[in-house]
Every structure is written in C-alpha cells, then in structure tokens.
C-alpha cells in the first residue's frame, strides 16, 4: 500500500492582507500585479463614483478606484500607509486604493469559510468567504466581481 494514499491534497493559496479602517481583507494574491505608494490621480470626468481617476504607471493609464467609496464607506484618508495595489482579471487591469498593506498569508482550503450570496444583492457578491487567521478573522474578497460594473462588464 502506497503511504500517499492516505494523504489528502490541501490547496494552499495566498492572500495580501489589507485594512480598510478597522477591517481586514484579503486579495488573492493571483490577481496582484504592482504595488505602490500612492500617487498623483488624475481625475476623470463622468466616471463612476468609485473611481478617483486614472494613473500612468510605466506607461500604462490605469484607472485607479477607491473600495471605501464602493462599500460605501467614508473616503480615502491618504497617509504615509496608503498604498494602491494593480489588479488584473482577464486582462483588464485596475488600481485599488487601501489604507494598508500588512502581510501576506497562505489559507488552505480548510481554513477559509464560503459565503453564500444572494445574487440580488450586489455588494454581497464581493466577498467570497472568510478566513481563518489564527484568532483573526480576514474578510476574503471576490476581485473579479468587485472590479465589474452592474452590467456585467469589467471597468
């Protein structure tokens, strides 16, 4: 009998941990492309609300958004910790505001708790589940959805 049969795989993936205020949250770290201190935003007119503008990073215009003003939470307070963090899913690539950069952790599957989601329910759809940190509890967000707009396309 071959010892490995008795071995169950356990995914492991890992998260950049991120404080919105008080809150923790984790990006999977499969989507980060680049992150920075914060820069000069140009502002866009007509853009959405949660969009501060747009950045030239290396050359790329990237559109910069802020997740307080998507959770609806109060604005960005930019200080020394503030950093944007550039995101990519199927190509499109986005800047994220955030207070704070903390850590990055590695979750196995056992560790991360799904959430169910009402799919009326916009905001619930960007986040996926919750992980298990020790004590700590990590808010673990869906970027995919968070980064798409009501009709389904990518900002």
Request: proline share 2%; no cysteine.
């Amino acid at each position: 009998m071959d010892n490995n049969e008795n071995v169950v795989s356990e995914e492991i993936k890992q998260f950049i941990v991120v404080n919105l205020g008080v809150e923790q949250y984790g990006i999977n770290i499969q989507y980060v492309q680049n992150i920075v201190r914060m820069m000069n935003i140009t502002r866009v007119p007509k853009a959405r609300y949660y969009i501060k503008g747009v950045v030239n990073l290396r050359g790329e215009i990237i559109p910069v958004m802020s997740i307080r003003l998507k959770f609806n939470l109060e604005d960005d307070d930019v200080n020394n910790d503030t950093r944007i963090i550039f995101v990519e899913v199927d190509g499109n690539e986005i800047g994220l505001i955030v207070d704070e950069v903390k850590e990055v952790i590695q979750l196995s599957s056992e560790n991360i708790d799904v959430i169910a989601q009402d799919p009326n329910d916009e905001k619930d759809n960007y986040v996926y589940g919750v992980g298990k940190v020790g004590d700590a509890l990590v808010t673990l967000l869906n970027i995919e959805a968070l980064i798409s707009v009501n009709d389904g396309s990518k900002i």
